[in-house]
């Protein structure tokens, strides 16, 4: 049992650290010890050797930043291909029941087939835990080889609403019964003409859900001082899904922050020389929106969308920047938070110390800012910096950068030590 004398979860394939306090959270408020119990789960493939750098960096940084007072007890939990092998299940119930326990968790990549096999171990956490805001910040490193004439115009967050929309997991397979019998449900209550043999996916979007993601991007741009939330999404095509995502979007920031925000329609209407007091809210068509990004990206400064377009764009923007290697990722919900690499897990580099490990480094800089200790993260973001600045980089950053030296997982986990301190 852990300080505090609470009964906790009975663990079979993880191991409570002793000494160290849990987390608490409330209302989307998190209570921070200064010796937290973080679960992490290293992730498949390239994982290990990615978390075994990784760790290493957050470790330095709480150590620097704040000596002895504070210091993490780190906690493996099991997901993915070693959960499978130790325990005969992916993602092992009391994996979840840890991230429920101590709010606050990290991961590397995991396994996921395409077309069949288990359902994907990422929406299984972040359905199962309600995280329902996928938060990935998109920015440039300065000397990043990049496809861009400009990508140090590219600063921006991206909400991804995390549990709705055709990610859901409610589909058919082609052929089967069950798809029949929907396909001709549909047919004879509403009249509507799917062709015989279809696959069948259902696209559930809900006022409730879309405006708590909303809700969250606005508040992170006033408490960030952000300039612009926008909106974007496919209304003009599924007018009352993704239409409705519009729509709420706008009565969340209308009810909820009406001093705080304004409205681009009427920013606009009230003629050239107004000037915004407050959040600008703006709304684009997803299609529009990736070429916005290309061409005038300082314009956008936060965008919160619905499920799968959250998906691709967060992918093309970081490509924009230099690519996932440096992109990090979070699934928060108000009762537990999950840092995640946002690339995949590169099996054929696994075990060779060579892969960036910079997505899971920066995704623990979210981390530590969500925990608030923003010195700890301000100083990895410092070592990112100058490391990249040195041209002490891996191997997908070096053949972008001509004259970087290439170092491997563990070598730039090293810079990135180093880079704190210069």
Request: charged letters at 25%; one cysteine or more.
């Amino acid at each position: 049992m852990v300080q505090g004398e609470r009964k906790v979860t009975d663990y079979k394939f993880a191991t409570v650290p002793a000494g160290a306090d849990r987390i608490e959270a409330a209302a989307g408020k998190f209570s921070i010890p200064d010796h937290p119990i973080i679960p992490f789960i290293e992730g498949d493939g390239t994982g290990p050797d990615i978390w075994r750098a990784s760790v290493r960096v957050f470790d330095a940084a709480v150590r620097e930043a704040y000596g002895s007072k504070r210091k993490i007890a780190w906690m493996e939990i099991l997901a993915g291909e070693k959960a499978f092998k130790a325990t005969g299940e992916w993602m092992p119930a009391e994996s979840l029941e840890a991230v429920r326990e101590f709010k606050i968790a990290i991961k590397g990549p995991l396994t996921t087939p395409v077309g069949g096999g288990i359902r994907s171990l990422n929406v299984a956490l972040r359905q199962e835990l309600d995280l329902y805001a996928c938060i990935r910040p998109v920015r440039y490193f300065k000397g990043v080889g990049a496809p861009m004439k400009h990508p140090e115009k590219v600063n921006i967050t991206i909400f991804r609403e995390n549990v709705e929309d055709v990610y859901s997991g409610i589909e058919f397979r082609a052929g089967t019964p069950e798809a029949e019998k929907l396909r001709a449900f549909i047919k004879t209550e509403f009249n509507k003409n799917i062709r015989e043999g279809s696959a069948i996916g259902i696209k559930p979007m809900s006022p409730f859900g879309s405006k708590r993601l909303v809700k969250m991007a606005i508040e992170y741009a006033i408490k960030h001082n952000k300039k612009s939330v926008t909106l974007m999404h496919k209304g003009n095509i599924m007018k009352f899904t993704e239409g409705g995502f519009r729509d709420w979007g706008y009565e969340i920031a209308r009810d909820e922050f009406k001093n705080l925000v304004i409205a681009e329609a009427d920013l606009n209407q009230a003629g050239g020389g107004a000037r915004a007091d407050g959040v600008i809210i703006k709304d684009r068509i997803a299609d529009s929106m990736f070429q916005q990004l290309l061409l005038r990206p300082e314009d956008y400064d936060v965008i919160a969308t619905p499920n799968l377009n959250g998906d691709y764009v967060s992918d093309a923007a970081a490509a924009q920047v230099g690519g996932l290697g440096i992109a990090p990722g979070g699934n928060v919900g108000d009762a537990a938070a999950v840092f995640e690499a946002t690339h995949g897990t590169a099996p054929k580099y696994a075990g060779l110390d060579k892969i960036n490990p910079g997505s899971v480094i920066l995704s623990g800089v979210m981390m530590l800012e969500h925990m608030g200790w923003n010195e700890a993260g301000a100083l990895i973001v410092k070592g990112v910096e100058n490391a990249i600045a040195a041209g002490t980089v891996t191997y997908d950053l070096a053949r972008q950068m001509p004259g970087s030296k290439e170092v491997s997982t563990t070598g730039f986990g090293d810079a990135v030590i180093a880079g704190m301190r210069s």
